[in-house]
C-alpha cells in the first residue's frame, strides 16, 4: 500500500501561482491530479505517466497548469499559474500501482489505486 501525502495549498490571489507537491511512500506508475469544487463533482485535472514522456490535461487550465515528477523522490508536481477564482477546490493527489506502468491512465475515477488526503486551494478575486 501507497501512501500520498500531498502540501503547497493555500490561498492565492487571482493571477497568482502556487505550485502543489505530492510525495508517494513507495514507487507509483502514473500520477495524476483532481479537484472537487464546492457542490461539484470530482474533476480530472492532469495527469503523467510513469516516464514523465507523457501528459494530459483538462481544458480548462491547459497553458496555465504543469504537472511533473520527480522518480527519485516518487514526487509529483503541479505548477498553477494564473490562477483564476474556478480554480478554487480542494486538490487530490491520485496514482496507480507500479503493476500499471504499461497501462494508459487518463481522468476517470476508478483508474487510480492511491488518492492523497486532499489539499484546499483557494483562489480571491
Known amino acids: 500500500q501507497v501512501q500520498l501525502v500531498e502540501s503547497g495549498g493555500g490561498l492565492v490571489q487571482a493571477g497568482g501561482s502556487l505550485r502543489l507537491s505530492c510525495a508517494a511512500s513507495?514507487?507509483?506508475?502514473?500520477m495524476g491530479w483532481f479537484r472537487q469544487a464546492p457542490g461539484k463533482e470530482r474533476e480530472f485535472v492532469a495527469v503523467?505517466?510513469?516516464?514523465?514522456?507523457?501528459?494530459n490535461y483538462v481544458d480548462s487550465v491547459k497553458g496555465r497548469f504543469t504537472i511533473s515528477r520527480d522518480n527519485a523522490k516518487n514526487t509529483v508536481y503541479l505548477q498553477m499559474n494564473s490562477l483564476k477564482p474556478e480554480d478554487t477546490a480542494v486538490y487530490y493527489c491520485?496514482?496507480?500501482?507500479?503493476?500499471?506502468?504499461?497501462?494508459?491512465?487518463?481522468?476517470?475515477?476508478?483508474?487510480?489505486?492511491?488518492w492523497g488526503q486532499g489539499t484546499q486551494v483557494t483562489v480571491s478575486s
Open positions: 491520485a496514482a496507480t500501482k507500479i503493476s500499471k506502468i504499461f497501462l494508459v491512465v487518463g481522468r476517470e475515477v476508478g483508474q487510480y489505486d492511491y
Open positions: 513507495g514507487r507509483t506508475s502514473a
Open positions: 503523467i505517466s510513469w516516464s514523465g514522456g507523457s501528459s
